[in-house]
């Protein structure tokens, strides 16, 4: 099932769109969720319409009811005070790539919005000359920077089917060395249907090896390229599988055109690509809610209690079978018992027996080197197998399989038992909680609380700055030569303190340490989600610069060895534990605080997001004016790191 637009798919909605929006006026931007924004325009002739942009899946016009928030984020906020009245001039594809450009024109000046729909694509805003005004989403990769100010960069650029040449065709398949779909694939830029659909159109097997093809070929697969990405019989349509959409049957792919791939499936045909997008890519529904550990744990029990019940039965089962066969059992082991008597190992019995010929040996399957025999009856209904020892005789044979029936029914009556125990809890947990109103004592803040802070979980108070008069505040006032420091390479970062009082520190305290300093930094700001810091004692630590230099507020000189941690993963949490609010590396905080919530860079600026929190955190406590006493919104941006964030998960 195809889960975002191909490049085909960018050039037929290309073409619709210049009929359908250019020319139009941009209205409102709404957020529908992280990686979505609807945006509604107003066409002479053709009224208002909403237009979807999902970052890395897919753009068109919608039907579906628009979400909407009180507080506008702020990628919406923007579009609506740089676009909003303004003429919509253009809308073209990059390079037969998965990225559409919707140029807009207002008041003199020229904007240009980027949808890039290929995996961890965003929804981007330059000015006219190409600069980031703001992505929906801050990202950061490897030669590429999604963020405000900086040049937007394009993907390399692709090959685009429509314009190759013959020639380039040929060289293309001439130094390929696997077959032709993959050679046109990998070469071309297109999806596997594709490149399947230029093969069946060509008439030339798509598993040939691409360097085989004559010239006659090469021609008929350029043909066939040219007809199918021209797109020039446009037909929007869903294809779907196993009968159409009043037979139950799902879509599995949405086409702006037919395709032999799919000849004779069921098809649903639209006006429109944008109306066909529309009802193909439907938003998920909540799924149900999760076990908990407890539910989780019941179906185990119960899954337990019916295995060993039916395990008991079976093995009572089979010691009364061997009852039941006593005179064939008994002739069997005293044949094996006679050869032992003469001298033969187990192994030896087994090699005579399977060439004797003889009757009996028919219905032994097996013995090994400790006696263990596999026999084989005949039943009145089907065939029996028993699992049988020589050394013992026919009443011990089926004392075994009893004494393994009694354990299995011992087994049975342990997860019983914890079954039980696991329904109480569950049913305590399920308990409706009488309503408790709490008594709130005002609560003298700690020293520390005017700064940055966390306990680790070991027990360890840490510390850091919030500006460059904080970190002066710390290094002057709270840093012992018996503490431990930490601090980025990159700007802005806080002076982190481990608050030691003489004892060793645990790696789990030194690894939290580490993520609070990194996610407090201007990594967290730059959209980052990992960078790096290093430790070092606190007598290295010194307001003291190099002989002509100079040390600005907030900065400090770090003299010998330091020890790096790497790749610091960014994040932070913030919760409530008893009758304060505590933040910081999610660790230390998820197990202490309830309600909680994890965060990690995104799109929201820290008065918003500090209003989302305060919303999850009134969804579970039901008591708002200790609510608002502990975890007001002025608390909790306190706690939240520099630049956007967002919710985890």
Known sequence: MKKAMSNVDVAALVVEFRERLVGGFVGKAYQQSPEAVVITIQSAGRGKADLLLEAGRRVHL???????????????????????????????????????????????????????????????????????????????????????????????????????????????????????????????????????????????????????????????IHGALQEVFRLESPE??????????????????????????????????????????????????????????????????????????AKEEEYARTGELIYERYGEIESVLNAISGALDKGFTYSEIWARIKTSGLPVAENILSIDYKGEVVLRLDGQEQELKLKLNAGLSVPQNAQRYYDRAKEMAKKEEGAKRALEQTIKLIEKKAAPKPKTRRTIKRRKPRWYERFRWFRSSDDFLVIGGRDASTNEEIYAKYLEKRDLALHTDAPGAPLTVIKTEGKDVPDTTLEEAARFAVSYSSVWKAGLFEGDCYLVKADQVTKTPESGEFLKKGAFVIRGERRYFRNVPVGTAVGIAGDMLIGGPSSAVVPEAKPVVEIEPGEYNSDDLAKRIYRIFAGKEEDRKFLKSVASTEQIVRFLPPGGSKVRG
Do not use: W
């Open 62 to 220: 919608t039907k579906k009811p628009r979400k909407v928030s009180k507080m506008p984020p702020q990628f919406p906020t923007l579009l609506r005070k740089r676009i909003s009245g303004g003429r919509i001039v253009e809308v073209n594809q990059h390079e037969f790539d998965r990225v559409i450009e919707i140029v807009v024109e207002k008041g003199g000046e020229r904007y240009l919005l980027i949808a890039e729909l290929f995996p961890k694509g965003n929804v981007v805003l330059l000015d006219g000359s190409g600069k980031i005004i703001l992505p929906l989403r801050p990202m950061v990769f490897r030669g590429r920077s999604i963020l405000a100010g900086e040049e937007y960069l394009y993907h390399e650029g692709q090959t685009d089917p429509r314009t190759l040449s013959k020639e380039d065709l040929r060289e293309l398949l001439a130094r390929s060395d696997s077959d032709l779909v993959r050679a046109l694939v990998r070469g071309l830029n297109m999806g596997g249907v594709y490149g399947e659909e230029v093969c069946l159109r060509a008439g030339i097997d798509k598993g040939r090896p691409a360097a085989s093809l004559d010239e006659e070929e090469v021609d008929a």
């Open 236 to 309: 929007p349509h869903l294809v779907y599988e196993d009968g159409d959409e009043d037979e139950g049957g799902l879509p599995t792919d949405v086409v702006p055109a037919p395709l032999l791939v799919y000849e004779g499936r069921e098809r649903k045909g639209f006006e429109s690509f944008s109306e066909a997008l529309d009802e193909y890519f439907v938003e998920k529904e909540p799924g149900p809610r999760p076990k908990t550990a407890l539910e989780r744990r019941r179906e185990m029990q119960e899954e337990a209690i019916e295995e060993f019940l």
